[in-house]
């Protein structure tokens, strides 16, 4: 993939990978909810059980409290019922009315709640009555056999007479008592049960809570407010839908209203009277500890929410940090900044993380430090030798050595230079150099460096080679054959260009010279300067050697003397060689006149 492409690729892939929400918002999320959750619920659970327990407990006590009134009504009734049977234990005798009649005056003594009573011997005739209100009558002898408190006397000995509201207002009950022998008679009492008050008015219900008495049709019998009493059948409507109600339920409280207020309540029905016993209590104060509970709950809620909210603050602030610390990072490595660290001090796997980065940060640096001396080792090393030299420092140091020094030097460049227009200058030399660079490349040779149109290339220095003549030679050869190739098409264009080579072998001083920032690999001697001279006295398509390397190549590569010449610097002359070429490119037709101007340059 080129480096453009991976760019768009990067690019692309940052724009797909935006995040629609934050790690932030993700991490506080969370943990908000992973600590509000089970608080939430262990509230809710906690809240139920309670109202559960608590509503099992108002059970309890309303009943105990209603089941103690029915006892007390009982006992109510009870006592009227054996005062009342005192007073029929003897038969009725010519004569003793008025100790029948003394008993009775003695029973509403005794007993405040009856009213009056009618004594009744065995026919049922009415012998005496007695009353707090009326005038007392003895002897009256109205027959009374057919009313149906005699009857129910009779046949059940106790007869608890229906609830009745003298002048709309007080309840009235009479209850009827027979004698154990039938001569005894019966015995009538007309009771005030506006005394059960005292039995209702006693009973306390927490602080508000009471208990009130109905009939079996739902009538108000007695209440702690006596003036709901006193209001007859017309104020009972309430109570009877209350005692409806609580009727079709098996003894649990239930919530209902009460004149418009919520209660709780529960019924106990007193069988001997058919009466039922309603405790009942208000809503909001049987479950006030319920309330209160929920309120303790709902603060801790709210203290646990705001606890939440910081942690979950806290926490994810501690996540999401040190990870746009990473990506940061990652970004800056990205654009190269390899010397940017990442400082993360969690004691966890983010710490390591960050500790794994910065040594890839420090890899990648080195790297890249590495990455860049190869390319500038590239600029004169062939790039496998480049390599092998970024291994071992100790080659580009300075030292003797013998190399060989090859000079390549384009003929009728400057003549070319002169007239040509600089597009055309610079088209030949890119296609001058990339030949040169490719044959450089592939015999690993150093390219010490591009002068104008001359080249100078180094063999066994400063990777060594077996035999180096012979290398630097098939190299020269080489060099000829891809320059001409370019130069036929350079003449064909009208360009008379030509190329030549010196080759030179010796002992030279090699290493690396420059400043900091500017470094090249270089040598130094005679060797160098005889392989320019060489180069300089070389024709187009010739390549020239002094004696070592014709002597090193002698059995390999077939080599001319061209005679002894003087050499500047050298105080006697010296043979030349010329290599023998059998596979140079075939000239083009329209290019012998190009040569024959490069042979007169």
Not at 25 to 51: D, H, Q, R
Not at 69 to 79: G, L, M, N, W, Y
Not at 107 to 130: H, K, N, Y
Not at 254 to 264: E, F, H, N, Q, Y
């Amino acid at each position: 993939m080129s480096e453009g492409s991976a760019q768009e690729s990067l690019t692309g892939y940052r724009g797909r990978t935006s995040p629609r929400r934050s790690l932030f918002y993700k991490y506080f999320v969370t943990l908000f909810v992973a600590a509000l959750v089970p608080l939430v619920l262990g509230a809710a659970v906690e809240a139920s059980f309670g109202y559960r327990d608590q509503r099992r407990h108002i059970s309890e006590v309303l009943q105990a409290e209603a089941r103690g009134a029915a006892s007390r009504i009982e006992a109510f009734t009870d006592e009227i019922r054996d005062q009342l049977g005192w007073v029929v234990q003897f038969p009725w005798l010519q004569g003793d009315d008025d100790l029948h009649r003394i008993d009775a005056l003695r029973l509403l003594q005794q007993v405040p709640a009856i009213v009056s009573v009618s004594l009744l011997d065995e026919t049922g005739t009415e012998r005496v009555f007695v009353s707090r209100l009326r005038l007392n009558r003895t002897g009256r002898g109205v027959d009374m056999s057919a009313d149906p408190a005699v009857i129910g006397a009779r046949a059940n000995k106790v007869w608890y007479g229906p609830v009745q509201y003298q002048h709309e207002s007080e309840p009235y009950m009479r209850i009827a008592v027979a004698g154990n022998l039938p001569a005894a008679g019966v015995a009538v009492a007309e009771v005030n049960l506006k005394l059960i008050w005292d039995v209702i008015a006693a009973i306390r219900i927490g602080n508000t809570g009471h208990a009130i008495v109905v009939d079996d049709s739902g009538h108000l019998i007695a209440h702690p407010d006596i003036s709901l009493v006193l209001r007859g059948r017309s104020g009972s409507e309430d109570f009877g839908r209350i005692r409806h109600l609580l009727g079709t339920t098996s003894g649990r409280a239930v919530l209902t209203g009460d004149r418009g207020r919520p209660v709780v309540a529960l019924s106990v029905h007193v069988a001997e009277v058919g009466w039922t016993v309603i405790a009942m209590q208000p809503v909001l104060e049987a479950f006030a500890s319920i309330r209160a509970a929920l309120w303790r709950s709902s603060l801790l809620i709210v203290l646990g929410l705001l606890i939440a909210l910081a942690l979950a603050y806290w926490r994810a602030h501690r996540m999401s940090g040190p990870i746009k610390q990473l990506e940061e990072g990652v970004e800056r490595i990205g654009t190269g900044q390899f010397a940017h660290r990442i400082r993360i001090s969690s004691r966890d796997e983010l710490e390591q993380l960050a500790v794994r980065f910065n040594e890839m940060a420090s890899e990648l640096a080195i790297s890249q430090q590495k990455s860049v001396r190869i390319d500038r080792l590239k600029q004169f090393l062939a790039p496998q030798v480049a390599e092998l030299v970024e291994h071992s420092d100790e080659l580009l140091e300075g030292r003797r050595r013998e190399v060989v020094a090859v000079f390549g030097d384009l003929r009728g460049f400057t003549a070319f230079s002169a007239r040509a227009e600089p597009d055309s200058i610079m088209t030949v030399l890119r296609e001058y150099y990339a030949a040169v660079g490719a044959v450089t490349t592939r015999h690993e040779a150093t390219l010490i460096r591009f002068a104008g149109d001359g080249v100078m290339l180094l063999v066994n220095a400063p990777v060594a080679c077996d035999d180096p003549a012979n290398h630097a030679v098939r190299l020269a050869i080489d060099l000829q054959v891809a320059v001409q190739s370019v130069a036929g098409k350079w003449c064909a264009a009208g360009h008379a260009i030509g190329f030549g080579v010196g080759i030179a072998m010796g002992m030279a001083t090699v290493g690396t010279v420059g400043y900091e920032g500017r470094l090249d690999y270089t040598a130094l001697g005679n060797v160098v300067n005889l392989a320019s001279r060489l180069c300089g006295l070389a024709k187009d398509a010739q390549i020239l050697t002094d004696p070592v390397v014709a002597e090193g190549v002698r059995d390999t590569i077939p080599l001319l003397s061209v005679g002894r010449q003087i050499i500047k610097g050298y105080d006697q002359p010296l043979e030349i060689f010329a290599v023998v070429q059998t596979d140079m490119p075939p000239k083009h037709p329209d290019s012998e006149p190009r040569q024959m101007e490069i042979e007169t340059l």
